[in-house]
């Protein structure tokens, strides 16, 4: 099996944020995404990281970005070394 090396993308530099999930720092990209349904217009959270950086997490965990927390509500791995959460914001 051959494995990437995607740290590359994940630079803190450029576009990653540093999360805490479990204890541990993963670096990865946060997404917001902009939608209207039935007139009301939402935003959804995304975070993107590397997969083996994350083997070990499960729906309802919490993660920690930028001193605000979340809550994973689906896990999306792509099949290329990545994974995707979507997360809701927890007041």
Do not use: W
Not at 10 to 16: C, I, K, L, R
Not at 34 to 61: G, P, R, W
């Amino acid at each position: 099996m051959f494995i990437e090396d995607l740290s590359i993308f994940f630079n803190s530099d450029e576009f990653a944020v540093e999360a805490v999930i479990q204890g541990i720092k993963v670096k990865g990209i946060l997404e917001i995404s902009y939608s209207t349904l039935n007139q009301v217009h939402y935003c959804k959270h995304f975070f993107t990281s590397a997969q083996m950086n994350i083997l070990e997490i499960t729906l309802e965990d919490e993660i920690k970005i930028n001193d605000q927390m979340y809550r994973i509500q689906e896990i999306n791995p792509d099949g290329t070394g990545l994974v995707s959460f979507s997360l809701e914001l927890m007041a």
